[in-house]
């Protein structure tokens, strides 16, 4: 069985090598994966939604990782993109570089769904030889078998 985030993933969502090398370029590039995705019912407002939370506070985990998320109407279904930067993107005020970006959508009726991915993802993230093997995953499946592999070691 798929763990939490696995679950969410999909090849066409993952995206290994980000153009932007600007913040909400790079924001933009990875949401603009779950366009057209069957449970965002409204893309724009997603968006726009991902943005106004990302301008309230760094959403920034550290460790070249950063989880922009909007928890909003105009998703029936929790969804994800992934997408990863060779260079690095410039990400806040404290100068961190982000490598690694999980864009999350989540319905605001379900906090509890919410709260169960991202602490999932944390878990997963937390190791560094794990954001090692993501950052050197050299396909889309490749990069989700990793995470699976993550997943089943921390029995998620």
Do not use: Q, W
């Not at 991202?118 to 997963?124: D, H």
Request: with cysteine.
């Amino acid at each position: 069985m798929a763990g939490r985030i696995t679950s969410l993933l999909d090849p066409s969502r993952v995206a290994l090598s980000l153009k932007s090398s600007k913040r909400t370029a790079a924001l933009n590039e990875v949401a603009r994966l779950l366009e057209g995705h069957a449970d965002v019912a409204n893309f724009s407002g997603f968006y726009d939604e991902l943005l106004a939370r990302d301008r309230l506070d760094t959403t920034c985990l550290g460790n070249g990782v950063a989880l922009p998320h909007a928890r909003t109407e105009h998703v029936k279904k929790i969804v994800m993109a992934v997408g990863r930067s060779d260079t690095g993107v410039p990400f806040d005020s404290n100068g961190e570089i982000v490598r690694l970006f999980f864009v999350l959508g989540t319905p605001k009726t379900k906090p509890g769904d919410y709260l169960a991915v991202v602490s999932a993802l944390c878990k997963i993230l937390k190791d560094p030889a794990d954001r090692a093997t993501f950052l050197n995953a050299s396909t889309p499946d490749a990069f989700i078998a990793a995470i699976a592999a993550a997943e089943a070691k921390l029995g998620l």
